[in-house]
C-alpha cells in the first residue's frame, strides 16, 4: 500500500507530529516520553529563539490512512558559518517498521537539501546541542532519560539501508554511588578549593540561584564549542533556557564554583532521575504529571547528570572533584545509589576519565548518521 507524506502546516498539525510517539511506543517499558508543551516550545517558530538563524520543516509519513512515521528538517545557518560544512540537519525521526515508510521521510529531508544546495544530510540533530541528539544504537533494552530520546532497533537498520553511515558516536554510562564519600575525591577537591582559592556555592533558592544562570550559559557557549556540530547559544536562547530550565530544577541540584573575584568558573546540573515520572504523566503536566515529577525529584534512588562545564583555564586542576564530592554527598543524603552520565562523545577520554573512581558499565551507545548527497 503507498506511503502518502503531508509537511506539517497547522498548530493541529504539529501535534499530531509531537504525538505520533506516544502511539508508537505505547507500552514500551524503556520509552520515556517528553513534555507535549516544552515540544510545542521547541518545534513552534514563535516560540523557539534559535528560529532567528534556522528554518526548519516537518513531515507526517501516512499508510492505509495511519499515521506510520514523522521527520523534521532543520537548516542552521550557525552551523554552515561556524563549521564551514552544508550540511542539512534531520531529527525527531520515528517511524514503523516499513522500508517505503522511512525512505519516504528522508527522501523529503534530502530533497529539501537538495534544493537549498546543501552537501549532505546529517543527524539526528536538533537546533542546538541542547535538544536531542544521536539514534540509539546500542542498550535497546535500557530505560532512556529525560535528556535522551528512545528508538526501536530496527532504526538504524533502516538508516544504513538508505545510504547512511557513522559520523559520530555517544557513549553512556551507569555509575554505582557508593554509600560514603570517596576519599580521593574529596581529598582532591579539598586541595583544589585552598589552592586556587575557589567557592562552592551551594544554593537552595531559585533567587539565589538566578544571578549565576546568566554566566552558566555562556561558560556552557564557552566550554561545548568544540563538540560535535555545536553552535552558540543566542542571548535570546540565553533568556529562554533561563525561563524554561532553571525553574525546573532545583538550586541545589546545580553546584556552582567561583574564583575569588567572584567569577565562575565551573558548574553542574544534575537531577533525581525523572523517567518513570513522565512515563506516568504521559507527557502533560496536569492533572497529576506536576505531582509524579515532584514526587521524583524528592523520593529516588536514581539521578541523571545533565551538563557539567570547567573554564579551560581550571581543566585538569581537579575542579571537576569539586563537584563530583558534592553531588555524592548530596546523592548519599538522597538514597541515590545510581547515576546515567547521558550522552559524552566517544573521543572525549577526558569526560569519561572522571569516572574511573565509580564502579560503571558502559550500557548505552548513540549514533549520528550521515550521507553526502550527490552533485548533479
Known amino acids: 500500500m503507498a506511503v502518502s507524506v503531508k509537511e506539517v ?3 493541529r498539525d504539529l501535534k499530531n507530529f509531537i504525538e505520533f510517539p506516544f502511539n508508537l511506543y505505547c507500552g514500551n517499558p524503556y520509552w520515556v516520553p517528553p513534555l507535549i508543551g516544552d515540544e510545542m516550545n521547541t518545534l513552534r517558530r514563535d516560540r523557539n529563539p534559535a528560529f532567528e538563524y534556522c528554518q526548519a520543516r516537518y513531515w507526517l509519513a501516512y499508510k ?4 506510520a512515521g514523522r521527520i523534521a528538517a532543520i537548516s542552521n545557518q550557525r552551523h554552515f558559518e561556524k563549521w564551514g560544512q552544508k550540511y542539512m540537519r534531520f531529527g525527531w525521526i520515528d517511524f514503523i517498521d516499513d522500508a517505503e515508510v522511512s525512505a519516504s521521510l528522508l527522501g523529503e529531508v534530502e530533497r529539501w537539501a537538495a534544493e537549498a544546495g546543501m552537501e549532505a544530510v546529517h543527524g539526528p540533530l536538533g537546533f542546538t546541542n541542547m535538544d536531542h541528539s544521536g ?11 529525560m535528556a535522551t530520546t528512545y528508538n526501536h532497533p530496527y532504526y538504524p537498520r533502516h538508516l544504513e539501508n538508505l545510504g547512511y553511515i557513522k559520523h559520530t558516536d555517544w557513549v553512556e ?3 554505582a554511588i557508593s554509600p560514603e564519600p570517596n576519599e ?3 581529598r582532591i577537591a579539598s586541595l583544589s578549593l585552598r589552592r586556587y582559592k575557589l567557592h562552592l556555592v551551594e544554593t537552595s533558592d531559585k533567587n539565589e540561584l538566578l544571578p549565576h544562570a546568566r554566566d552558566l550559559f555562556k561558560l556552557y557557549n ?7 556540530s555545536a553552535v552558540p547559544l543566542s542571548e535570546a536562547q540565553i533568556e529562554h533556557a533561563i525561563r524554561q530550565y532553571i525553574g525546573l530544577i ?3 541540584f546545580v553546584p556552582v564554583v567561583l574564583d575569588d573575584t567572584g567569577r565562575m568558573v565551573a558548574f553542574g546540573i544534575v537531577m533525581p532521575s525523572l523517567s518513570r515520572a513522565l512515563q506516568k504523566a504521559r507527557g502533560r503536566l496536569f492533572p497529576f504529571g506536576f505531582l509524579y515529577l515532584l514526587h521524583a525529584l524528592n523520593r529516588n534512588d536514581r539521578a541523571d547528570l545533565y551538563l557539567v562545564a570547567v573554564k579551560g583555564a581550571y581543566q585538569g586542576k581537579g575542579i571537576n572533584a569539586i563537584l563530583m564530592d558534592h553531588i555524592h554527598r548530596l546523592f548519599i543524603q538522597m538514597g541515590i545509589d545510581r547515576i546515567e552520565t547521558n550522552p559524552e562523545l566517544e573521543w ?17 551507545r548513540r549514533r549520528a548518521f550521515i550521507k553526502h548527497l550527490a552533485r548533479e
Open 9 to 11: 502546516v497547522t498548530n
Open 64 to 67: 492505509a490512512g495511519k499515521p
Open 135 to 145: 539514534m540509539l544504537v546500542e542498550g535497546f533494552d535500557e530505560l532512556a532519560t
Open 173 to 175: 554510562y551507569e555509575l
Open 184 to 186: 580521593t575525591i574529596a
Open 222 to 228: 564557552e566550554e561545548y564549542r568544540n563538540l560535535y
Open 250 to 252: 532545583s538550586p541545589r
Open 348 to 364: 572525549n577520554v577526558d569526560v569519561q576519565g572522571q569516572w574511573k573512581y565509580y564502579e560503571k558499565r558502559q550500557h548505552k
